[in-house]
């Protein structure tokens, strides 16, 4: 039968320091195999959230589950030695003294034999049997967090925390070593809860993404659907640029430059923000004064001028500024597209990559 029963489950975590809670009421699962990044700007209450997870820090409120059995709540506590959690930093923490092998079989019990063979078999698979007798200071960046990886892992610890693991390599060899140390995790079968401060990273790794801000998880899923049905503008400028426009609500509708937008029910008069990404906008030539004719899936074009455009590598940023405002949108193509500035065009809006969001309130 396949496992329905969380690895971990935390309830209604809550820690308050000097008075601020800076977790606040947070619950999580994370199945067997499976790969959850809380994601969130610095500060948000990620690494706390982990640090009481590992048992190195203590909740005010709240529970916590491993296997279906309590480890911490605010009177029970297990000591983190006896969690089965590993855990794996950014700073790697290695010792400098011990070889690769030392390093690796730190923490390990069994006979010598069956020690050797766990070394062997997890350097061996993040590519690095041959590194055996080095010592850290021998080795890269990238070496170093997968012998970081093979010490976390040594154990066999039925859940894996990983707090910004990446961080500290070189920009270029990211995505190769969050993909081989993705491919080992899903090999031992661990669950992950993995915290990062960046969309890409979240978005490659993730089964599932917890959107952290101000200690709370405001959002919750799976990397397609918090990016494509974010829970508020914050949400969706958390993944990538976005444009914003103003309006207010009359009828169930907003009348913009670009043509009536449909919104949820707001009261009328309520204002609104209609959000649409960079690279979702459309672009049209102007003809002598005149664009495209409107349709049902762009609606009606709008007229601006281009302020500047750049070559970003895959694809170009052209800024606009807008006739009927001033004001300025950002639209991204594909490869190399670079007008003058100065130079009029129309620009459009796909109906279904548009967010409708209401305003927020003072303090929000």
């Not at 049902?296 to 606009?320: H, K, N, Q, Y």
């Not at 405002?325 to 190399?336: E, M, R």
């Amino acid at each position: 039968m396949p496992v329905t029963d969380p690895r971990l489950e935390i309830r209604n975590i809550t820690r308050v320091f000097a008075g601020r809670p800076v977790v606040s009421d947070v619950s999580l699962k994370v199945m067997p195999g499976q790969v959850t990044c809380l994601l969130g700007p610095s500060g948000c209450g990620k690494s706390t959230t982990l640090r009481i997870i590992a048992g190195v820090d203590m909740q005010d409120r709240g529970e916590i589950h491993v296997d279906g059995r309590l480890v911490c709540d605010t009177v029970y506590r297990v000591p983190p030695e006896r969690r089965s959690i590993g855990l794996m930093f950014q700073d790697f923490a290695l010792f400098p003294h011990l070889s690769v092998r030392d390093n690796v079989a730190f923490g390990l019990r069994g006979d010598k034999a069956a020690r050797r063979r766990r070394v062997e078999e997890l350097l061996d698979r993040v590519g690095l049997l041959s590194a055996l007798a080095k010592y850290p200071h021998e080795l890269s960046g990238g070496e170093q967090q997968r012998v970081a990886l093979a010490r976390a892992l040594a154990p066999r610890p039925s859940i894996m925390l990983m707090d910004e693991p990446f961080s500290g390599l070189d920009e270029r060899l990211k995505d190769e070593i969050r993909d081989s140390t993705l491919d080992v995790l899903k090999e031992e079968g661990a669950a992950v809860l993995l915290v990062t401060h960046e969309p890409h990273e979240a978005m490659r790794m993730a089964d599932e993404i917890a959107l952290m801000r101000d200690g709370r998880i405001v959002q919750q899923g799976a990397p397609y659907n918090i990016y494509n049905a974010p829970v508020d503008r914050q949400a969706a400028a958390f993944f990538s640029d976005i444009n914003v426009l103003r309006g207010t609500v009359r009828n169930m509708s907003v009348t913009t430059p670009f043509g009536e937008f449909l919104c949820p029910p707001r009261p009328d008069g309520s204002e609104v923000e209609i959000v649409i990404r960079p690279q979702h906008l459309r672009i049209d030539f102007d003809r002598a004064g005149r664009g495209p004719d409107p349709t049902p899936e762009d609606g009606t074009p709008a007229r601006a001028v281009v302020e500047r455009a750049r070559f970003m590598g895959r694809e170009s940023l052209v800024e606009f500024r807008m006739d009927h405002d001033g004001s300025v949108l950002k639209a991204t193509v594909p490869s190399v597209f670079l007008p003058k500035p100065g130079r009029p065009m129309w620009l459009m809006m796909r109906r279904d990559r548009c967010f409708v969001f209401p305003v927020p309130g003072p303090g929000s």
